[in-house]
């Protein structure tokens, strides 16, 4: 593993449906089971909801790493809104793939409400799979092409 | 992408000025997180115009400042930085309304669920996370747009799904306030676990005699419609307005009513079971674990609700000599096919309740390979009066009285050796020393030994009712038997277990060992519970919408339930839920309309190609393409629209908004985190 630049920490986004994950982030707290700070979620209805667009757009904006968590499959709110979006994963690592980024940066997980210890660990699994990357190449700070956007 | 412009908007809104409330939460946030520097932060944030910290921001006097700093700083939106919004959003949401803005002019950071319970030791960072999430929400907060709940109507009906006490009690009490109740049994009579109990604990009361007259009443209420026989097979629509298609199995014995709507005048099933001694076809009675016979036209017991006789079509021949005996009566019909029925409820509560866990999978204590090892739901057949002996506990290798006899406790239950359950199933202490007393009482000189971990008598008269058990001369020993061997030929078992209160193993040879096995979900339960979208624990247990304060509403609004399928509970924990899940579901009836979330989609028909890629998508059908202005647009059915935005994240041409999770303000969102504030 490389050494990363003094005073980076990863900026890491999380977009996460109302009825399974966030659920689950929400019990991880009640039973205080800690883990790393640096992701900030965002809550949607169903991870259907996740435009390809404001994936890119956080890669874009600087992001080290996309989080979009939903329900397991068969368990969706929405009957199959997870489905439609772990399909639309394969199109966006492919894209992520195609402009230099490791596709390890965007990952997508299946967390129901009554998984509070493992919505913990995805958070550090996905901290350190980010901490071993580096800083994102598109990183407004420490990024090698931060010129570019 | 950003300047698009919600269809519903047609002045320009005027410029955002949101307010920011910080909760303390006594310390539960303020311990980690500094309440202060946070607090000086939002000042800074654009678009802000009010920031002010609270201890209990829920709290009344909490509420009075949100209104009071709207009213005099004239906010146009709020963020409230505390708990999680699955928690407080609907307080929140009263709280503007009262202030005089939308209600959906507010917006939640969870900086408690997801921040300071979980960096509890780490303030820098969690104060950094609380700061990104107030900019996050104030960024999205400025473009929250005014909107409006639904109401529609609700049907004046329920639906109970499995008829155990916990069904029939909650069928029952929505039938005595006036509400027609489907309740729906897949099973031929209704009663469930219950029924096939003995005695029950701590009161020794008859399970059959304070369960079969509620049985009696649920046949012949008249707002109750009972399907037997009956499972649900399809589920659309939303509360107040559920359309359930329900299979209804054919039993080929029509009842004196369906004998009637097709002419047989006088005929019709009347349970007189002429038909069943000339049967020719023997299998194993599954009410009674399958230790009676039954025929292939069986009833499970004499007090089935309905009495009517039933075909096995797995073991039926047809050689026709039931539809003989049956006679003039012409009840039987061979050739009878399932029906599917759909009915439409306001709304539905799940009581689909357990099953026992498969001992013999825990292999060291010999279940389904040794005679004389037993399961507790067995025990209860062969120990009831109605049962296959007559009431008479045989062994079954040579059908002898046991004398000496084992219950091991836990048996399947709070086991991570990855065979069994980790939890607790909660009834199988108190109905081992109900076992326990049974056999001292019918068995002179019978003496029971209790293999236990912790005896959890928790009830109300159950710590007693222990001690009662300790004194008429059961033993107990506290440790876990750890293997089972049966002699070959007097079928004795050689019990090996640790006793820990002294320390040694011990070794005892009885007649027999009863399990008191774990329970578990049933099939059945997570078939259903998936048709209704309500989610379930890592055990399988159905999920309550919050454990402490809605215990009996799921995460699908409409959608109630009771009973074990929630978890494992005794009768009167079981029946009390039960009576709960109905009142809950009998009030939106009663009120007669509900208010659904606007979280329905729109489409922005500038910007629509009718393409019609959404329309596909939508697993709800709301979607449809229609020609206007000479164009091919996309139109949104918004009664059908869940919300879910799976439409929206697929428009290539970004021509659908989703009403409070619309593209601008989630892109906003994004920005807001990573550019730091700049909008």
């Given amino acids: ?149 | 992408m950003a300047e698009a412009v919600s269809p519903s908007t047609s002045e320009k809104p005027k410029a955002p000025r949101i307010g920011v409330f910080v909760c303390h939460c006594g310390t539960n946030i303020a311990g980690s997180i500094d309440i202060e520097a946070v607090k000086e932060y939002a000042k800074t944030l654009p678009n802000v115009g009010y920031v002010n910290d609270y201890k209990y921001q829920c709290s009344m006097p909490g509420q009075v400042t949100i209104q009071d700093a709207v009213k005099e700083n004239d906010l146009t939106g709020v963020v409230v930085a505390a708990c999680s919004p699955r928690l407080h959003e609907p307080t929140f949401r009263a709280a503007t309304k009262d202030a005089g803005l939308n209600p959906f002019r507010f917006e939640m950071a969870n900086i408690r669920e997801q921040n300071s319970w979980v960096h509890m030791h780490d303030q820098e960072g969690a104060t950094q996370k609380a700061k990104d999430a107030i900019r996050i929400a104030v960024a999205k907060a400025s473009l929250l747009e005014d909107l409006y709940p639904k109401s529609v109507p609700v049907e004046h009906a329920a639906m109970v799904v499995g008829a155990g006490v916990a069904g029939m009690q909650a069928a029952l009490d929505l039938a005595n306030a006036g509400i027609k109740t489907y309740l729906v049994e897949k099973s031929p009579t209704i009663g469930g676990r219950m029924s096939q109990l003995d005695k029950t604990f701590p009161t020794l009361d008859c399970s059959q005699c304070i369960l079969t007259p509620k049985m009696v009443d649920v046949g012949r209420a008249e707002n109750i419609v009972l399907m037997v026989n009956s499972e649900v097979e399809e589920v659309e629509g939303y509360i107040g307005n559920f359309d359930v298609t329900i299979r209804r199995k054919a039993t080929g014995v029509l009842s004196p009513a369906e004998a009637e709507a097709k002419g047989i005048v006088g005929g019709g099933c009347t349970g007189c079971g002429d038909c069943a001694p000339v049967c020719p076809v023997t299998k194993p009675n599954e009410f009674e674990m399958g230790m009676a016979p039954r025929k292939a036209i069986y009833i499970y017991h004499p007090q089935v609700v309905p009495l009517l006789y039933t075909i096995d079509w797995d073991s039926c021949v047809k050689c026709g000599l039931c539809v003989e005996a049956c006679g003039e009566k012409k009840a039987i019909d061979l050739e009878m096919q399932d029906e599917l029925v759909k009915v439409k409820v306001g709304t539905v509560i799940l009581a689909t309740g357990f099953e026992v866990f498969p001992i013999e999978t825990k292999e060291e204590w010999g279940y389904k390979r040794y005679d004389n090892v037993i399961t507790s739901l067995e025990f209860e057949r062969l120990i009831c009066a109605s049962g296959p002996t007559g009431g008479h506990l045989v062994r079954p290798s040579d059908g002898e009285t046991p004398m000496r006899i084992g219950f091991v406790l836990c048996a399947g239950s709070r086991d991570s050796t990855g065979v069994g359950k980790p939890y607790c199933s909660r009834f199988c202490c108190m109905y081992s020393l109900k076992h326990a007393h049974q056999i001292i009482e019918k068995i002179p000189g019978a003496v029971p030994y209790i293999f236990y971990m912790d005896i959890r008598s928790f009830g109300k008269a159950y710590e007693e009712f222990y001690y009662r058990i300790q004194d008429e001369g059961a033993k107990f020993i506290r440790g876990r038997v750890s293997n089972i061997q049966e002699d070959p030929v007097t079928k004795n078992l050689k019990v090996y277990v640790e006793d820990t209160l002294l320390g040694r193993p011990m070794e005892l040879e009885l007649d027999m060992v009863v399990l008191a096995a774990a329970v578990q979900p049933t099939e059945m339960t997570n078939k259903t519970r998936k048709l209704f979208g309500v989610s379930c624990s890592t055990d399988g247990w159905l999920l309550e919408a919050h454990p402490k304060l809605n215990p009996c509403g799921t995460t699908t609004a409409g959608v109630f339930v009771a009973g074990v399928c929630q978890g494992p509970k005794d009768i009167p924990d079981t029946v009390a839920q039960a009576e709960g899940a109905a009142s809950a579901a009998s009030i939106p009836i009663h009120r007669g309309e509900v208010e659904l979330e606007p979280y329905y989609a729109m489409c922005i028909e500038e910007k629509c190609a009718g393409c019609g890629m959404c329309v596909n998508l939508c697993p709800y059908q709301a979607l449809s393409l229609v020609e206007k202005d000479g164009r091919t647009v996309m139109q949104v059915t918004e009664a059908k629209c869940k919300g879910c935005g799976t439409c929206g994240g697929f428009c290539p041409g970004g021509a659908i908004w989703m009403n409070h999770f619309a593209t601008p303000q989630i892109v906003a969102q994004i920005d807001a985190f990573l550019l730091g504030g700049e909008q």
């Fill in chain 1, 1 to 149: 593993m490389a050494e990363n630049p003094e005073g980076w920490q990863p900026r890491i986004l999380a977009i996460i449906c109302n009825w399974c994950s966030y659920a689950g982030a929400d019990l991880a707290g009640g039973a205080r089971i800690q883990y790393p700070p640096d992701v900030r979620a965002i809550r949607v209805m169903c991870t259907g909801r996740v435009d390809p667009l404001f994936i890119m757009k956080a890669f874009t904006d600087g992001a080290d790493s996309v989080l979009i968590s939903g329900c397991h499959f068969g368990d969706c709110h929405y009957l199959e809104g997870n489905f439609k979006a772990a399909k639309r994963m394969f199109l966006v690592k492919s894209l992520l793939r195609n402009i230099g980024l490791d596709d390890r940066r965007l990952r997508m997980t299946f967390v129901s409400a009554s998984e509070g210890a493992k919505w913990a660990k995805v958070i550090e699994d996905v901290v350190n799979v980010t901490q071993e990357l580096g800083p994102s190449p598109f990183n407004r700070e420490y990024g090698e092409l931060k010129e570019l956007v």
